[in-house]
């Protein structure tokens, strides 16, 4: 089961930051956050992952709470194509890698 | 340095057939997961496994459907007398050896199967 809290839909201008948030309260110490999306029709896409402190790489930044108990995916200039579902899941680490568990995710609708 | 390979992206079957669905890891990588998306639904994952081992199949429904992954060769998710609630699309992932990182999962494109 989903250990995530996301909201529905989110609608962002085109060339505005996009800031997704996720609730994760009952994370624990070895479980990393991770953020993929999925384009219509199409595989799920890798986007970035951290543990407790900010992340940022060419496609999104990641920031973090203290407690752990949230996080927020900014995508810093939106475009249409980056409309998609965003996936926020909690992934322990394991010796022998563990599957991700996909919730329902956040809808974003990037518009012109 | 070629991605996830699944084939076939279309596979259209009548009740009672058996679909195979195939899956070339990404090079290096020894860990292949299924999931499957029915129609306007979320991924649901299946089973992962290791080369010649089934790791976690608690997502596999307990009949007509059975994945391997041989020592030589691409993952296949087999599914024996499909019926139609089994359209979907299939998707297939890949990841390194974690060995204590956290091998993140690349997805391939998926195969849409359709039982007439």
């Known amino acids: 089961d989903a250990k995530t809290t996301q909201p529905t839909s989110m609608d962002c201008a085109e060339g505005r930051a996009a800031n997704l948030p996720c609730n994760h309260s009952?994370?624990?110490?070895?479980?990393?956050v991770y953020w993929y999306r999925q384009i219509h029709s199409q595989g799920p896409q890798y986007i970035i992952h951290?543990?407790?402190n900010n992340e940022t790489n060419e496609m999104a930044s990641l920031i973090i709470t203290e407690d752990r108990k949230s996080s927020t995916l900014i995508l810093p200039h939106a475009t249409l194509r980056d409309t998609a579902v965003y996936y926020c899941?909690?992934?322990?680490?394991?010796?022998?890698?563990?599957?991700?568990?996909f919730g329902a995710g956040t809808i974003l609708r990037v518009k012109s | 340095n070629a991605g996830v390979m699944q084939n076939p992206r279309h596979l259209v079957r009548r009740r009672g057939q058996e679909a195979r669905l195939r899956c070339s890891p990404m090079?290096?990588?020894?860990?292949v997961y299924w999931y499957r998306q029915l129609p306007e639904e979320g991924l649901k994952f299946m089973v992962y496994?290791?080369?010649?081992?089934?790791?976690?199949e608690s997502g596999m429904p307990k009949e007509r459907f059975s994945a391997e992954f041989p020592k030589e060769g691409p993952s296949i998710l087999r599914i024996q007398q499909v019926v139609r609630g089994d359209s979907a699309a299939y998707f297939c992932?890949?990841?390194?050896?974690?060995?204590?990182?956290?091998?993140?999962?690349?997805f391939g494109e998926g195969s849409r199967l359709t039982v007439l």
């Open positions: 992932a890949s990841s390194q050896k974690t060995g204590g990182n956290t091998g993140e999962l690349f």
């Open positions: 009952t994370i624990s110490g070895n479980e990393y």
């Open positions: 951290g543990l407790k």
């Open positions: 899941i909690v992934r322990p680490r394991g010796e022998y890698g563990n599957k991700l568990v």
């Open positions: 090079k290096g990588h020894s860990h």
């Open positions: 496994l290791q080369k010649e081992n089934i790791i976690d």
